[in-house]
């Protein structure tokens, strides 16, 4: 991406050690608890979207992405939705916690992620998804992730079907509020055990960031990571320093990728998805945060400054890269991002 290339012309490799916390992780682990259901009442809280023809959306996308190289990869069909504990889904109680559930499908997407567009828990209320067909279960979300923007975004799940299960206990200080504003039907392929992932697709100049070559970038790998913007787009970005040296998570990225305050609430941030050998393996797809609010951005200098709404981990092997204001051009670069959602490259 020509923007990070413009950034790592000027870095200097200054690292700042955070000394954050694991409240910046996404969600908090754990196991959602389980219903037993009667045959008769499971298909009541199933929500079914319009169909979607996955060839004919990778098509028309290969088609746009022709027209211009200042696009983001375009791997999810949107649908704007307003699905909340009052209107859809289905209430249990075990007698100490009450459980709402809500199972979506959209038939033949590879992932399906979400965006609450309202989002504010109570302390001890929890938040989970479950991939009906792989098992695979996202959270705990919590109140660490509330957030003033209450949006919250999450990484997708494979298969075409998802569970959402909320756990409010009895006598919490007030309602927990959540609404589903957007489920995004993948129709490209993009989760880490998928082999129609785009492991490749960027092209035979990109090599994978953890090949032996001795380019002396091996710190400033950890500051570029991918972005998932409003479920349906992948891009990638950068940490930055600043001047107080504070560990201040501002990310750098580009105004084709980020460029509305709601784009910004609403992207999930991916560090270290990298082959951890020259082979093209997938690599660690744990390591996210989502959300952040909109600093800064142009246009026509094509750039967005963000800030990340949470603490990273010490785990997450943050580094933010340095920068200089000088107008100097330099005798060499080298570029590190995820050219069309690949696994980190560089060139």
Known sequence: MKLLKQLILMVILL??????TVLGQVSQGGMPIQIQKLKSIVSDDLIILPAVDNQKLRMANAVEEGKSHLKPLHFAQPFDVALNPN??????????????QLRIRSAGAYSINLIFGKFHLPEQA??????????????????????ESQVLAVEPLAGDEILVQYEEPIGVSFAGEIEITRVSHDFVGIKS????????????????????????????????????????????????????????PYFLTAYHCINTEHAANATVFLFNFESPTCNTIIGDVSRSLSGSSLKSSFDSLDFALVRLSNTLPKGYRPYFAGWNHRNQAPLNSMSIHHPLGDIKKVS
């Open 15 to 20: 690292p700042v050690l955070l000394q954050g």
């Open 87 to 100: 209107n859809s889904g289905k209430w249990y109680s075990d007698g100490e916690v009450k459980i709402w």
């Open 126 to 147: 929890k938040l989970f998804m479950v991939g009906i067909n792989t098992g695979e279960i996202k959270g705990a979300y919590t109140s660490d992730n509330n957030s």
């Open 193 to 248: 055990y998928d082999p129609r992932i785009p492991l490749g697709a960027s092209g035979a100049c990109n090599v994978n960031v953890n090949c032996d070559l001795a380019n002396g970038d091996e710190e400033i790998r950890d500051a570029v990571c991918r972005i998932l913007i409003e479920g349906t787009e992948l891009c990638t970005g950068t940490l930055v320093n600043n001047t107080s040296f504070d560990g201040t």
